[in-house]
């Protein structure tokens, strides 16, 4: 056994408190941990094997052995800490949020600060607010951010020196940083400022502001700027008093850990409880390394990491019995700046919240560790991999275009996440060609939404498109527009059916919308080769590889939406009357008219005494005037 080869060096070893390190051949942290004294706590690994397997793994590579001394167990704690997080020892339990509730990053490191969506809290300077429950609350209060402080969100880089601002600045949901003349540092400042205490929770001050300024607005007969604030004001009060699924003044403020452990892991279920109401839960996931964890290891772990960037409560349950406890409870009440209790609550509503911390967690458990979560996982993994991205794809969009020479055109897009299809936000898109920036035209009895404007579109003048790059274009700079003005959620990654030509159009849609630093490929039927923008030559993975197949399930659905709506396209085009290109007639009127002269050639030749009886005589001047309009165009013919 390797550990016995440094008995000499243990029985060296202080009675002081401190933090121990073990090392394997190559150099690399194998485990950090801390003791009250050290020589006892590092002596006792020498009779430690046989106690679990992964102790017996790491004892077998052990050829090193550091200590560091401190003057408290309570620094040991914090030190362990800071250890564990920069080195990643692979037999320490390092815990990762699912990323299932995201939080909103205030980048007030950057000159010139922007709000992200982030999925973990970091100590790198900026400002984190969150986590937010739901996860489409952190996007549409994003969104307010832009609509409200005019908070850019591009990632450009500013100077001021820019000619004119974008397009941003103009629908007034930036305040134009990038052009000196327009927004100064000062008063980007002060927008940055009112950001942050919006963020930090200052609702009731920021909801008597919007007030006044919505009343404000409609005394100007300013409607729309007052509807926009109105609606504001209840996305903030959503924030405020979003619904809570339970509700016990005696309970205070405080945390429950629950944790379900088991052979691939464990997951951790932390309820916040703030003013006797439960106001977030946080899930936390430990993969297993060299054997499954324990309970009190893990609790232990949970508890240490959680608490390194967030602030404690004044009560902690959990369900087991921490190892000392009075250290952690004294380095937690230093960070809170007052009193932290851990406690194992036994009855009662503490209990019941334990409990239910502790049930929510095992659901958990089955829910990640089934074998079909495990195959997703492993083909996010190997994409992550094979494509050098920076964090999982847990978000993919995919993009296919269908038509037969030119007529019909129209784009699909659908939505994967971890691994698995998100039908309810699949999109089609009927492809207009040209300026898609300004393409929408409000008709006559378009409905208005409250909380969406939405218009009925109207067709384009020449349906035919045989451009496919083109058409890529516009679906996916249309897509983009829409993340933008919704407040995402941006994709991790962008699959698009096609090759070079196709991506690189994909590309200048990004670039047009200020979202270059999205990541895109390109899967080319046939060879499946998977081509990126920055290498000449494509990516070509086993026939059996995990990533392929999903990327060939998403390319083969897009094109299953894409082509189901090209039909439904055509189908409609093929029955389509002449009668529909007449202003004020419809479904119901067209039906009355062929009803009543039976074809649209009787139609054409009817008199205005005959119409009239039929659809009125301002519909009837319509159907006469097309009638003559056309006559005269294929008089004028050649």
Known sequence: M????????????????????????????????????LRDRVRSYLSAYGSSPKTDALLDEVTRLEVIVTDSLVEALALENHLIKQRAPRFNILLRDDKNYPYLQLTT?????????????????????????????????????????????????ITGRRERACLEYDIKRCVAPCVAEICSPAQYAEAVAHTRMFLEGRNDELIVELKRRMLAASDDLRYEEAAHTRDAIETVETLRDRQQKMSTVRLGDRDAFGVKTGPAGAIIQVFQMRGGRVIERVELVVEASGGPPT?????????????????????????????????????????????????????????????????????????RYSDEARVRGAALEELQRVLGLGVSPRRIECFDISTIQGSETVGAMVVCEDGRLVRKEYRKYRVRGGAWGAERTTLPGARRSRSRRRVREAPPPDPRLLDDFAAMHEVVGRRCRRLLDDGGPLPDLVVIDGGKGQLSAAYEAFGALGLANLVAVGLAKKEELIFTRDAADPIILEPNSAALLLLQRLRDEAHRVAVTYHRSARASRDFRSELDDILGVGARRRKVLLTRFGSVANVRRATREELVPVVGARVADAVLRHFADGSRERTDLP
């Open 109 to 157: 490191a950057e000159a010139f600060p922007r709000v992200l969506v982030a999925r973990r809290v970091a100590r790198d300077g900026n400002y984190y607010a969150g986590p937010f429950l739901p996860a489409t609350l952190a996007r549409k209060t994003m969104s307010l951010t832009h609509k409200l402080f005019g908070i850019r969100s591009c990632n450009e880089v």
């Open 295 to 367: 309970e009190q290891e893990t609790v232990q772990a949970a508890v240490q990491q959680f608490y390194d960037v967030r602030v404690a409560p004044p009560e902690v349950h959990v369900p087991v019995e921490i190892e000392d406890r009075e250290a952690l409870e004294r380095w937690l009440s230093e960070r809170a700046g007052r009193g932290v209790k851990l406690a194992v609550p036994k009855r009662g509503d503490k209990r019941g919240l334990l409990d239910l911390a502790t049930r929510n967690a095992a659901l958990g458990y089955r829910t």
């Open 2 to 37: 390797a550990i016995r080869d440094l008995k000499t060096q243990i029985t060296r070893l202080p009675e002081q408190p401190g933090v121990y390190l073990y090392f394997n051949a190559a150099g690399d942290t194998l485990y950090v941990g801390r003791a009250r004294a």
